[in-house]
């Protein structure tokens, strides 16, 4: 397994995979040996090697679909409660961002299952998932339509008209488990409140979670003027019987 480190210092970060010699644009790097807490000196700048977190590995993977934002994915986690040891199903994968999410939460007696459909997507996500080096998230290419798991905590549904697997979801997950429906555009969020309902699903909320970045330069501060404000919306519900 691939094995990766951080170099930081006060105005950049870098990820290298550890064992070679990296063309970066700070020079090349040697990482054959080096280890947590040296510091690593190019002839432009100097970096403390750290050990990198789940963040610092998800700005590496590649993206493929329009992924789930790290604030919309802790935005899940605050909600509802997600812990280790639970059991989720996550479906469409996309480029993997929010299995590895969920997946880095709930640690090695925790598990994640994932369906992607399309092959290219799939694949993506299977390497983004390899080289984050979680061990408990299991990767389906097929429709999640035809999903087996059961006795699940957490489900997240992030695809087209994933309404209309909401009373197959409410009858998988314990009870007491989260319902989570991921969506850009309201519709979906309207129609899926209406089948939670149907299926006697206790409705928690629907959010849009928009933050912007400040800057403070030369004693003059305000938000930076560019940047995406809206990527989509959640309803959260839970199974009640």
Same mark, same amino acid.
């Given at each position: 397994?691939?094995?990766?480190?951080?170099?930081?210092?006060?105005?950049? %970060?870098?990820?290298? #995979?550890?064992?070679?010699?990296?063309?970066?644009?700070?020079?090349?790097?040697?990482?054959?040996?080096? *280890?947590?807490?040296?510091?690593?000196?190019?002839?432009?700048?100097?970096?403390?090697?750290?050990?990198?977190?789940?963040?610092?590995?998800?700005?590496?993977?590649?993206?493929?679909?329009?992924?789930?934002?790290?604030?919309? %994915?802790?935005?899940?986690?605050?909600?509802?409660?997600?812990?280790?040891?639970?059991?989720?199903?996550?479906?469409?994968?996309?480029?993997?961002?929010?299995?590895?999410?969920?997946?880095?939460?709930?640690?090695?007696?925790? !598990?994640?299952?994932?369906?992607?459909? !399309?092959?290219?997507?799939?694949?993506?996500?299977?390497?983004?998932?390899?080289?984050?080096?979680?061990?408990?998230?299991?990767?389906?290419?097929?429709?999640?339509?035809?999903?087996r798991?059961?006795?699940?905590?957490?489900?997240?549904?992030?695809?087209?008209?994933?309404?209309?697997?909401?009373?197959?979801?409410?009858?998988?997950?314990?009870?007491?488990?989260?319902?989570?429906?991921?969506?850009?555009?309201? *519709? #979906?969020?309207?129609?899926?409140?209406?089948?939670m309902?149907?299926?006697?699903?206790?409705?928690?909320?629907?959010?849009?979670?928009?933050? !912007?970045?400040?800057k403070?330069?030369?004693?003059?501060?305000?938000?930076?003027?560019?940047?995406?404000?809206?990527?989509?919306?959640?309803?959260?519900?839970?199974?009640?019987?």
């Amino acid at each position: 397994m691939q094995e990766y480190i951080l170099l930081m210092n006060s105005k950049d %970060a870098i990820v290298l #995979e550890k064992g070679k010699v990296c063309n970066t644009k700070f020079g090349k790097i040697d990482t054959r040996n080096v *280890e947590i807490g040296d510091i690593v000196e190019t002839k432009k700048e100097k970096f403390v090697v750290v050990k990198p977190t789940i963040s610092d590995l998800l700005k590496k993977c590649k993206r493929s679909a329009q992924i789930v934002m790290p604030k919309d %994915a802790s935005q899940i986690v605050s909600i509802t409660g997600l812990k280790a040891g639970w059991r989720c199903l996550d479906a469409g994968t996309g480029s993997g961002f929010l299995s590895i999410f969920i997946g880095n939460i709930v640690g090695k007696k925790g !598990r994640v299952y994932t369906y992607e459909k !399309r092959r290219d997507f799939y694949e993506i996500a299977k390497k983004n998932i390899e080289m984050c080096g979680l061990n408990n998230i299991t990767i389906k290419n097929e429709d999640v339509k035809n999903f087996r798991e059961r006795n699940l905590d957490l489900i997240t549904f992030d695809f087209k008209d994933s309404h209309t697997l909401i009373k197959k979801a409410k009858n998988r997950l314990k009870k007491g488990g989260w319902l989570v429906i991921y969506s850009p555009h309201i *519709e #979906e969020q309207i129609v899926a409140i209406e089948e939670m309902r149907n299926n006697d699903m206790r409705i928690y909320a629907t959010v849009e979670n928009i933050q !912007r970045k400040w800057k403070s330069i030369h004693g003059y501060t305000h938000p930076e003027p560019s940047g995406i404000l809206h990527t989509g919306f959640m309803t959260f519900s839970r199974r009640a019987f």
